[in-house]
């Protein structure tokens, strides 16, 4: 009995039993994909349909970070309870992202058929969509189940607050650009999806920032993360300012977009994740409270 404590006190062993867990996690994670998801990659795989499967590589990308999030996050007294913390987290997580891809096709992409466009379409903007949308859920999941404060009833909360303000966000980069994204991710705009895409993994990285550490009180946690996210909402116009104006001024993004550029789009794609990615690393608006 001595000698199983002292392995399981070994950090060789329990690197191989995170592993071994969370290998067992993945396992769960793709079977909830089978069973609540749009199609089951090995079908699409046997039919060469690339399109549905950058969708799925999107979920498995984000469940990876969930997993990462739930394994840095909060610790027991002992290896028996972090074993124990890290399963129950990561399994919340996995829930969570299985009701991201619901949230995906019935609010976020509401407006066409999802299964058709990525089934029988194959339409790549589309499935670039769902990519940057599980990547981002993912994140924020990461972050929800990375903290200490409030327990799973707050990875639960914040999980909520972030999908909603990411659904906010949706709207008003359909309001702002000259052209209705559904409509063209529907005429199969490649450029608009991958451009998309990188919006959203830029705002879910926003998100996670906006989520991650840990607070002393709901009311602090709170002003906290609506401080965070207010300020840099408000940084993410400079993106397209900079696009327009210095990086590739010669000419109209939005205009290639809508032509379906899918140059444009990459170009695009990369900015916005770069700059979410500085602003992630180097922007503190937190203060004392």
């Known amino acids: ?24 996690m ?31 590589c999107g979920y498995m990308t984000g469940v990876a970070f969930i997993l990462v999030g739930a394994f840095a996050g909060p610790s027991g007294k002992s290896f ?4 124990a ?20 096709r019935k609010i976020m992409l509401n407006r066409f058929d999802n299964a058709k466009e990525l089934l029988q379409d194959k339409n ?44 906010l966000f949706l709207r008003l980069y359909d309001y702002f ?19 998309l895409a990188g919006n959203i993994i830029a705002i879910g990285l926003i998100l996670m920032k906006a989520t ?12 906290t993360y609506f401080i965070d996210l207010s300020a840099i909402f408000l940084l993410l116009p400079v993106v397209r300012f900079v696009l327009g104006n210095f990086i590739v001024k010669a000419i109209n993004i939005n205009k290639e977009l809508k032509n379906n550029n899918v140059a444009a789009g990459l170009i695009e794609f990369t900015c916005i994740t770069c700059f979410a990615l500085l602003v992630f690393f180097m922007v503190d608006f937190t203060f004392a409270i």
């Open 1 to 24: 009995m001595n000698f199983i404590l002292q392995l399981g006190n070994n950090a060789i062993v329990q690197s191989i039993i995170y592993l071994s867990i969370s290998c067992i």
């Open 177 to 195: 650009v000259p052209y209705s994204i559904h409509e063209e991710l529907e005429n199969d705009n490649y450029a608009v999806g991958i451009a």
């Open 212 to 223: 991650l550490g840990d607070m002393d009180s709901w009311k602090s946690s709170l002003i």
């Open 26 to 56: 993945l396992f769960l994670s793709k079977f909830m994909f089978d069973r609540f998801s749009l199609f089951q990659p090995e079908k699409e795989v046997k039919k060469a349909n690339y399109t549905a499967i950058i969708a799925f």
């Open 80 to 83: 028996r309870m972090d074993l």
């Open 124 to 167: 790549i903007g589309t499935s670039a969509v769902y990519f940057g949308f599980y990547v981002a859920h993912g994140l924020i999941i990461a972050a929800c189940v990375n903290g200490e404060f409030g327990g799973i009833l707050s990875s639960i909360f914040y999980y909520v607050l972030s999908v909603c303000f990411m659904f």
């Open 85 to 104: 913390m890290y399963i129950a987290y990561a399994i919340v997580g996995i829930i969570l992202m299985t009701v991201s891809g619901f949230v995906t």
